[in-house]
């Protein structure tokens, strides 16, 4: 038989199996070669380049990224948006959050929903179709100090709406100025009955804030912190946020003023229920996004590639 090496044997039988999808044995019997002849044929052609197998993922994703956070991290799953040149990460972020939300949402579930620019693209991506029978809860009060398109009570509403749920409202802000303010609230039945609700939802996804990075320095001053207490926040070096509650670079909560002045579910709250997917996007999210994966609060994290190996960078420090 013609030696394998032979190139054009090697394009021949490479065309045969690629283009015509000829099965072995009828490559062997056209070449008249053995089948184990046209196995090695095929992945001499690989090796020599005259084959060049491409798969194109149409939703995107990042597969190397993705195992590499999922082990590195402990996470139960992981979506990684594969960002080009041109690509907007929030929106291709946004597309990756909606399908894991659809392929993971099952019909009498509650979901609970947090606030940020993370989120409203994960809704925004969610056709409005309906038939979905889902409750969704807001996770933290309302929150006047961002764009209201952003905040939960807007997002709740409208993920309800084109899941075909229902939904309820937490009658109260988010940021209150003092910690008594905060617990005048946590004492009316229907603050305190949304909240307990939001406690026990099967699934939250929620946005995750960088300080000094958009919304996350909005909170800040919204909580109209004394010098005092403004100094013991910083010595406290929080790094980012979930529902509004700071943790360090090593995912310890911030106690202290900074807590006291929130109506929110805690992370502890957070950590008890069974899924909880982080949403973030952009490089400069990555200390926060460091963080929260330390508070153990995740078992779910979508973002987008730059952002991804900047985590895995920074974690390796």
């Known amino acids: 038989m013609p030696p394998p090496r032979d190139q054009q044997l090697l394009v021949k039988a490479a065309r045969l199996y690629y283009e015509e999808g000829r099965s072995q044995n009828e490559i062997a019997t056209t070449l008249q070669v053995s089948r184990s002849s046209v196995s090695r044929m095929l992945t001499a052609a690989r090796e020599r380049g005259i084959v060049r197998i491409q798969i194109n993922d149409p939703t995107g994703r990042d597969m190397d990224l993705e195992a590499e956070l999922t082990a590195r991290f402990g996470l139960r799953d992981c979506r990684v948006a594969e960002i080009h040149s041109g690509d907007r990460p929030l929106s291709r972020v946004g597309d990756l959050g909606a399908r894991w939300l659809l392929e993971n949402l099952q019909a009498g579930q509650q979901i609970g929903v947090s606030w940020g620019h993370g989120l409203q693209s994960v809704v925004q991506h969610i056709p409005d179709e309906g038939g979905l029978d889902v409750e969704v809860l807001p996770l933290v009060g309302g929150l006047s100090a961002v764009d209201s398109a952003i905040s939960g009570e807007e997002l709740v509403r409208d993920l309800a709406g084109r899941v075909g749920g229902r ?53 800040v001053k919204a909580m109209n912190l004394s010098a005092e207490e403004q100094a013991r926040f910083d010595a406290a070096r929080p790094v980012g946020d979930v529902c509004a509650r700071f943790f360090d670079a090593e995912g310890t909560p911030l106690a202290g003023p900074s807590d ?38 995740l078992d779910v994290l979508v973002c987008d590639s730059s952002l991804a190996r900047a985590l895995l960078t920074r974690d390796a420090r």
């Open 167 to 219: 939904y309820q409202r937490l009658h109260a802000p988010a940021l209150l100025t003092s910690k008594a303010g905060r617990d005048v609230l946590l004492a009316e039945p229907s603050v305190q009955a949304t909240l307990d609700a939001a406690r026990r939802v099967q699934v939250a996804i929620v946005g995750i804030g960088s300080v000094g990075q958009g919304s996350s320095a909005a909170l």
């Open 260 to 297: 006291d002045h929130v109506l929110a579910v805690s992370l502890a709250d957070l950590a008890a229920i069974p899924t909880v997917a982080g949403v973030a996007a952009g490089p400069e999210k990555a200390g926060g996004v460091l963080g929260a994966l330390r508070t153990g609060v």
